[in-house]
Structures are given as structure tokens and as C-alpha cells.
């Protein structure tokens, strides 16, 4: 089974803090998402990565980075966390083009 | 622009009854089709998906979905639902150049004993 973890399942963080949400992936799978969960608004994607040092913007990118410099790696940067990002953080992966992904448990980060 | 439509934000059903989540999608051509299911607190698990082939398809925990590309929808379906079923419902489209998923806003589902 593809198995895809984050590194906290709760995280509280104050305002100003740079945060940072790691996301594995044990299936070698080329591509990785990041996704912000928030009531009545569904999936939004932030940004995802296709390979190993790629990056692509998604359609809330704004006050967020990633990085991924190992293909089982992906990480979401807060470089300034602010109360509007206190939402429920979802990373998932894929092996490429319209394939099937799958989702990490969820990081819950709320921001004072 | 694609976008997916969940018209139905809360259903509430009794157990054994049947289930229908309804699922509107606008893509220009030939759409990928997906389902997912959230539990509280947990990430999105797939339930079934649509490529191509038979427009009815089943999936996992005994549900079904249906393609009807003249509706443009991808409707959800269980004939009798349990306990466990209460959970949160995505439904979701994959397409265009960057393969991305466009997600609906959902449907939260809840179940009555």
C-alpha cells in the first residue's frame, strides 16, 4: 500500500513564526502535492512539485514555499505565519500524469 | 475554466436507506472522474474513479458511480448505507495540460441510526 506521511497531525504556532510541514512518500512517486483544507471551500491547491527540485505554483500559493530536493521529500514553508493560514494541511502524492493520488492524514496548524 | 459542483453541502439519511451525492463537472473534453471519502480528522481516501470504459463503476465499501457525459455529472451512489458512512465527500476532475485535481467543496454526510 502506498503510504504517505506528515510529520505532525497538530501543530500551534504563533504569528511571525516560520513553520515547516514535512510530507514523505514510500511509493516512489514522481509527483507531490500540497493542499489547504478550509470549510465549505474544499481542496485548494497550493503548490506541487512534478520531480525532484520542481516546483510549480498552485492556485493559492501566496505566503507559502516548498521544497524538494529528495524525490520522497516535500516540504511546505510558512516563511511568516499569519492567522489567516490557522487550516487543515493536506500533502499527497502521485506517480505522474492523471494518476490516482494519495493523501497523507493531515496536518491541523493553527496560528495565534 | 474546469470546476466541479457538489450541490449538496449536508445530507443526513437513516441507516440501510439509500444514498445519492450528486456531482456536477464542466470540462471540455473527456474527463478523468474521481471520489474520495475524508473521515473526521483523517486525509482523503479513494473510492472509485473514472478513466474511460463502462460508465458505471464500482468502487470500494460498496459504492458505485455513474458518467453521464450528457448531464455532465458523476453521481455517488449506495444502496444501503451504514453507520460508518458518515464522513465527508469529494468529488473531484483531473484534466488539462497541468493534470492537476480540482476538487468540489463537498458533501458531508451524516447517518441516522
Known amino acids: 500500500d502506498v503510504k504517505v506521511t506528515q510529520s505532525s497531525r497538530y501543530l500551534v504556532k504563533r504569528t511571525g513564526e516560520k513553520v515547516f510541514l514535512e510530507c514523505v512518500q514510500d511509493?516512489?512517486?514522481?509527483?507531490m502535492f500540497w493542499y489547504r483544507q478550509d470549510p465549505g471551500l474544499g481542496l485548494r491547491l497550493i503548490y506541487f512539485?512534478?520531480?525532484?527540485?520542481?516546483?510549480e505554483k498552485g492556485d493559492i500559493p501566496e505566503g507559502y514555499s516548498v521544497s524538494r530536493e529528495k524525490k520522497e521529500r516535500f516540504s511546505l514553508i510558512l516563511e511568516s505565519a499569519s492567522t489567516n493560514q490557522t487550516s487543515m494541511y493536506l500533502c499527497?502524492?502521485?506517480?505522474?500524469?492523471?494518476?490516482?493520488?494519495?493523501f497523507g492524514p493531515g496536518t491541523r496548524l493553527l496560528v495565534l | 475554466a474546469q470546476s466541479v459542483t457538489q450541490p449538496d453541502i449536508h445530507i443526513t439519511v437513516s441507516e440501510g436507506a439509500s444514498l445519492e451525492l450528486r456531482c456536477n463537472y464542466s470540462?471540455?473534453?473527456?474527463?478523468?472522474l474521481f471520489w474520495y471519502v475524508q473521515s473526521p480528522g483523517q486525509g482523503l481516501q479513494l473510492l472509485l474513479k473514472?478513466?474511460?470504459?463502462?460508465?458505471l463503476v464500482q468502487g470500494i465499501k460498496g459504492f458505485e458511480a455513474e458518467f453521464k457525459r450528457s448531464q455532465s455529472s458523476f453521481n455517488l451512489r449506495k444502496p444501503s448505507v451504514h453507520w460508518s458512512d458518515a464522513a465527508e465527500y469529494f468529488c473531484?476532475?483531473?484534466?488539462?495540460?497541468?493534470?492537476?485535481?480540482?476538487f468540489g467543496t463537498g458533501t458531508l454526510l451524516a447517518v441516522q441510526p
Open positions: 511509493m516512489d512517486h514522481e509527483n
Open positions: 470540462y471540455g473534453a473527456t474527463p478523468y
Open positions: 499527497a502524492s502521485r506517480t505522474g500524469g492523471v494518476e490516482t493520488q494519495y
Open positions: 473531484a476532475v483531473n484534466g488539462g495540460a497541468t493534470n492537476k485535481l480540482i
Open positions: 473514472y478513466f474511460s470504459g463502462d460508465t
Open positions: 512539485s512534478y520531480d525532484v527540485k520542481m516546483k
